[in-house]
C-alpha cells in the first residue's frame, strides 16, 4: 500500500465510527441501503485511482449527476443559453427549495432541483430515451466507463416525484423549459438513477480537476472553459445551505448526492469521493463529509490556501562570469513572471555588461502568453541577452 | 511604463466611457462624489504598486472594511466564537436584508450589514473610540500607512443610519452582540468611513493574496488561516446577491463598497482594487466590476483556472549514468508528489541499480510535510539514493 | 323602476366612466372579452333581483367558483375533514401564491389557487366528470337555475394551467390531495369555467346571506352553519392581498373572478353581484370594487356597523292598570333579553303587585332558546306574570 | 346571580380545569403571574357588568393598547393619513414579525408590534409624558375610570424591548414614524404597561360594540366610524397568524395581549373580556380563548350567523276595516324596507281602496334615511295613506 492510500485508509478508520444520521427513506431502494458501507477515494494528476473501504459498492449518483449534466448544457448550448435559463447564486435554500427569480421564473441555480430539471431540459434530444443516451454518454465519459441506469431507483422515483413534478410545471409555465414536462421530469429521474461507484465518482471529479481531461482515459471530455464554469457554480451552490461553510472548512468545489455520495475536486490536484449512506439535516453524508473534510486538511487542498508555485516558477542559474544561462521551468503567470523579473534583474546587476546572458525558456510549461512578453519586454533591450522559447 | 501598468492603462481606457448607473445618494457625502472617477490598481508578490487613472482620489472604504474588520475578529477570538455570532451562508439577498438565522438570530454572513454590525461588536474595547483604534490599526496594517476617518462621512452615516441601528436592536434582542448596542453601530459606521484610495486597497487585497503577509511592508499582518478564511468568505458572500454569478465569472474572492470601492484577490498572485463611483442595482460600481472582470480574464486570474504548477513541482536532472543529481524546485503537494514519482521511476528505470541517484529537495519552496514523506517512502528501500532536504 | 333599482341604476353611471386597469390576459377567451362590459345586480331577503347593466351578459365564473365548492366540502365532509386539507388564514399574499404550511403542506386557505385545488380534490367522485356533475349541481342550487360550462374557455385553462398544475403536484407530494393529480386540476378547471351572469351571482350570494337557502326557489341548499364558515372564510381571504382593506373599507364578505366578476354578502340583507372585465393589480375588477364599495357605503351594509335591532326586540305595551300585556316581536338574542328585562322591570315596578301582566312571546322570529329561557327567569318568582310562547 | 352570569360562572368551571400553557415569560414581572388566575366578563348594551373568577385581579393591557391607541389614531388623524403610515391586511405572521411592505415600509397592520409602534407615533405630543398622557385619557374614557401605569412593567419592557427598538429604528429608515425614535418606543412600552382587570376590559369591548358610546358611563368616546374602522382591523388582523381560524371558529373582532388578556366584540351585543395568564404558541391565553370561543357558541354572538332582525323590522297591524294603523318599530336598513313593502302590499291588498292607512313609523330605532324614503316611495301615490316620522 503506498503512502497516499495508506493515509486514506488511516482516515478511513478515524471516521468509520461516527453513526449519527440515517439513509434517506423517501424510497424503498434508498431506504434499504446498508448504512455501514464506507468508501473513499482519490484520483491524481496521473489517473492513478487509489480508494479504500467498500469501493466496488454501486448506489445511485441522484445529485450528483447535477454538475455533469450542467457541463453537458454548457457544452451544447454555451454559458448564456444556459443562464438564460438558470441563475448562478447560491439560494441559502435547501435542495428541494422551488427558489424561483419572481419575475423571469429562473430557478436560482443548477445545483438544486429546480435548476437541475431546468438544465436536464436543455438537453437536446426526441424523447426521454434519446436525451438520457446523450446525457449516459457525457457521464461515461466523464467515468471512464459504462454507466447504467437502475430502473427500479428509477421506477421510485417516478413514482413518488411529486415534488419534482410540481417544479417542473412552475418552470413550464415560466417558459423556462420548452418541451413536454413529462419529458424533462423523466429524463432528470433517469439521470438521477445512474450507477457509480466511489471509484467513479473520484474520476469524474478528477476530469473537472484537469480541466475536462479524464485523466485515467487521458480524453478529454469537454473543453477547459467549460470545467471551469462547473466548478465555479459547485464552489458556491453545490452543498446546498451548507455551501459557505463548506467553502470555509473545505474549501472544495463539491456535490453531494441523496444516496450518500460525495464529490470534491480539488483543482489541477485531484479528484476524491466518499461514499457513506447516513445522511445529516442539510440531505449530506454524515461521514463522507467528515472523510473529505478531513482530507482537504491533511493534503493541504483547501481552493484559498497560497500556492507558491504559481507565483513562482522554477528558476535554475547556470555558468559563470563569462556566459551565462537561466533555465526557467513550471508554470508562467503574470505574477511569477514579477517575481523573475527581480531575480533578472539581480543577475544583470551583477554581471559586467558585455557578458552574455540566455534565458531558455523552452521547459516552461503552461504559460500565459502576456505574460511572457511582459516578462521578455523587461529585458528586450539589453543587446546581449538571448531569449530560447518554442 | 512596465508591460503590466500599460495593460491595467489599456483596459482602463477601454471600461471608461461606460457611464450607467449613479453613485450612492442616501448621505450627500456620497452623492455628491465626482462620478467620473476612475482607477485601478494592482500589487504582485514582490510588492510592487501599479496604478492608472485617478490613483490619487480618496473615498471610504465603506463595506470593503468587512473582510479586515472579519479578520480582525477571527484573529482576536478564533474561527469558532466568531461563527458563534454570524453564520458563513450567501443569504441570496442584498447588502441590507436582515437575513437572521430564524431561532438564534444569528446573521447570515460577516458580508452584509447584520453581520458586519456583529462581527465588529466581536472586537474588545472599552468605548467607541478604543474599538474603532483597534478596527484602524488593523486596516493600516493591511494598507501599509495609516488610514484616517472621514468624520463628515461618519457623521452623516451616524444620522441617517436608522436600519443598520434596527439591524443592531435586532442582534441585541437575539443576544449576538454583548454590549450596548450604541457602541456596537457607531464603531461599524466609523469603520465604514476611513478614508483609502485604490492603491490601499490594491495593497490591502494583496496581504490577503499573499497568506496575511503585506507585500509591501513585509511584515505578517494576521496568520495564513485567518486570511484563507476571509477569502472563504468573500467568494461565497462578498458580492451580495451577484456572488454566485461573481464567482463564475471572474473567480475572485472580492468585495465592493457603496463609495465605488472594489477589491479583488488572486491568491498567491495579486491584490486588485479599482474605483468608479457609479453603482449598479446591486450596489456595485458598474466599472469597477468591468475592470476586475476584464483584468481576470486577461491576467487569467480565475481562482479555477486549472494550473499545472500546483501539480508540477520544478525538476531538473544533472549528471550522467555513473551518478545521477536531481534537482526539485517549487512547491511540493501532494499531486506533485505524485507527478515526481513517475518521473523518479524512470530514472531510477533507465539506471544500472548501483549508480548513485542524489535527490536534492533543498531548493524545494512550500512543502507539504505529508507529502515530502510520501515522495521519499517510494523509494527509501532503494540503497543508493541518496536524499538531501533541509 | 323601483327606488333600490333606480339607486343601482344611479351607482352604476357614477363608475361608468372609469377605464382603468384591463381584462385577464393568460388566455384568449378573457383577453377577448369586451372592456366595457358593466353590470350590477341585488337579491334581497325575499328574493327579488334587482338588476342593471349588461345583466344577461355570461361570463365564466372562475374564482367566484371557490367559495361555493368550499361549501359543497363542507356539506359532504365536515369542517374538520376539509380543515384537515386546507388552512383558514389569510396568507396576504396573491390569488397563485404557493403558500402551502411548512411542514403539513396544507395551502393557507380555501380561496387561493393551491387551497382551491386542494378543496375541490376533496368532491367525491370517479373521474372528472363525476366529480363535475357534483360540483355544478351544487352551484346550480346556489343559481337557482341550471349552470353550463363553457368549454372552450375548459379547454384554454387547461392547455395553459401549468402553474395550477404544479399546485396540485405540490399538494400531491405533501399527501394533501389523494386521487390522481389530473383528475383535481381537470376537475378544477372546470369548475372555473362554469359560465354565469351578474344575477346569477348575486342570487348565489344571497343564498349564502339568508344562512343557505336560496331566496329565489326558497331551497334550502347547504345548512346554516356551512354558509356561516363560507362567509368566515370570505370575509377573511376572500380578495387575496386585498382582504384586510376590504373589510375595512367596504365590510362584506366577498370573492372576486379573474373574468371581471364580483361577489359579495350582506349576511342577513342582500346578496350583492357586479361585472366589469378590467381588473386592477391584485386582479379584481376595477369597476365592480367600486360599485360595491359604493353600495355597500350608501345601503349601509357594513358588517361591522352597530345594528341596533340586534340588541333591540321589538316590545309593545298594552292594557292598562288593571291588567297589562307586552307583545314581543323581532329577534330575540342576549343583548336584546337585557333590554327587556330592563323595560319590563319599569312595567312591573309601575304596578300594583296584584295586577296581571302577560308577556306575549308568540310573535318572536328567531330566538335564542338560552335568551329566552334567561328572559324568563328574571320574572318567573312573580306570581300575576303570564308567559304566552310557542 | 341573575342567568347570564350563572352561564359565565358554568362556563368559566368547564374551562377552569384546563392548564396547557405557560406565562410570558420574557420580564420576570409576566412570567411570575399567577398562572391559575382566571376571570371572565360580559358587558351588554345597557352597560351591566357581568363577571365570575378573578375578576378583581390586574394584569397588564399589553396588546389590546393596540386597537384603543388606533381607534385614538384615526379620531386624531383621520382614515387616510393612518392608512399612509400602516397597512390593514393581515400578515399571516407572528405579532413580532417584521412584516414591512418592500418599498414604503408600512407595516402591514396596526395589531403587530411594527403597526402599533407606528400608529402610537401618529398621536401627537411634545415628549413621552405628553403622548402617554392623551393615550391613558383614551383608554380611560373607553374602560369608564382612571387607568394607571404599572411602573415596574414599563421599567422591564424598557430594559429588554430591543426587538421593539429595531422595529421602531426600521420604521425610522422609511419614514413610517416622524420623531425620534426614543420617543415612539417608550411611549409604546407605556402605553403597554396599563394596569386593566377583566371587567375594564369588558367595558372597553363594549365601548367598541356600541359605536364608540360607553354602555356604563353613556359617554361617546370615539364616533361610530372610528369605531367600525377598528372593529374591521380587529376582524381580519386581532388574533396575528390566528385570526383566520379566530373568525371561522369565533366570529368575533378580537384582541388578545401576551399577559393573558383577551377582549373580543359582539356589535350591537356585548363586549366580552376573559383573562388567564397561560398562553399557547401563538402567544393567545389558552383559557381566555377557550372562554370566549365557548361563550360565543352559547350565546350565539358569531357575526356571520343570520340575523333575521337585521332585514325584519317590527310591525304591528291595528284598527280594523275602516281605518288601519300600521306600527313599525326596530331597525329600518333596505332589507327591512323591502320585507315591510312585501307586508304593506298585502295590507294594501285586503282593504278598499278609500279605507285610510295610517303608517307610524315614529318609534322606528336606528333607521337608513334612504331605506325610509324607498319604502314611502312604494306607497306615496296611494292618496289615503299617511304617514307619520320624525
Redesign the interface.
Known sequence: M???TE?LAEVLEEIRPRDAGAPADYIPELASADPDLLAFSVV???G?VRSVGDDHAEFTIQSISKPFVLALALAEKGRDAV?GRV???????PFNA??LEPVTGRP??PMINAGAIATSALIPGDDVDDRTARIVDMLSAFAGRSLWVDEAVYASESLTG??N??????L??HAVIDGP?DVAVETYFRQCSLLVTVRDLAVMAATL???GVNPVTGRRVVD?RV???V???M???GMY?????W??RV?L?AKSGVSGGLMAV?????GVAAFSPRLDTHGNSVRAVALVEEASE???????????????????LHGDDTARVV?L???L???GA??IV?ILRDVAGGLPEDVPVTVDAREL??T?P??L??LR??FEDLPNWIWLSE
Not at 298 to 314: D, I, K, N, Q, Y
Open positions: 503506498d503512502p497516499i493515509l491524481g494528476p496521473r492513478r443562464l441563475g448562478a447564486e447560491p439560494s441559502g435554500e422551488i427558489s436560482a441555480n411529486e415534488r413534478r410540481a417544479l417542473a410545471h412552475l413550464k409555465s414536462v480537476a484537469f480541466g477547459e470545467a471551469r464554469d466548478l465555479s457554480i464552489s458556491s451552490c445551505d451548507y455551501s459557505g461553510e467553502l470555509l474549501g468545489p480539488a483543482p489541477s490536484q485531484f491533511r493534503f493541504g487542498m483547501h481552493l484559498l490556501e497560497p500556492h507558491e508555485s504559481v507565483a513562482s516558477p522554477a528558476l535554475s533555465r521551468g513550471g508554470e503567470g503574470y505574477a514579477e517575481r527581480a510549461g503552461r500565459h502576456g505574460a512578453v511582459a519586454s523587461e
